[in-house]
Nanobody, 126 residues
Framework: QVQLVESGGGVVQAGDSLRLSCAAS????????AAWFRQPPGKDREFVSA????????YYADSVKGRFTVSTDNTKSTMFLQMNNLKPDDTAVYFC???????????????????WGQGTQVTVSS
């Protein structure tokens, strides 16, 4: 059974940084699509970033490109999201997701992912 546990959220001011972690058990992030999504208050869940399969290519939403960096540790069992220069619009619950069967064209769709963490709240004040 796959379990994902996020951590690292918090309350920060605009311009600050946070590093989110997603620890996987039951399988690693190897040979799968691993992604971060977020859900702002009153809005739908939206794609933030992903690492895709063995090649470990990374993808980002335009709104976070240049500010956020996704990575994994050497064991491929923990995924990170380094978030710099945070803005109030980044306020959301952040979820990590794992999709062994995700194809590239579905990378940004939350419905493509089979496994989800419980989420961690990030609040950015102005």
């Amino acid at each position: 059974q796959v379990q994902l546990v996020e951590s690292g959220g918090g309350v920060v001011q605009a311009g600050d940084s946070l590093r989110l972690s997603c620890a996987a058990s039951g399988r690693t992030f190897s040979n799968a699509a691993a992604a971060w999504f977020r859900q702002p208050p009153g809005k739908d869940r939206e794609f933030v970033s992903a690492i895709f399969r063995v090649a470990s290519r990374t993808y980002y939403a335009d709104s976070v490109k240049g500010r956020f960096t996704v990575s994994t540790d050497n064991t491929k069992s923990t995924m990170f999201l380094q978030m710099n220069n945070l803005k109030p619009d980044d306020t959301a619950v952040y979820f990590c997701a794992l999709g062994p069967g995700v194809i590239l064209s579905s990378l940004r769709s939350p419905t493509a992912y089979a496994n989800w963490g419980q989420g961690t709240q990030v609040t950015v004040s102005s």
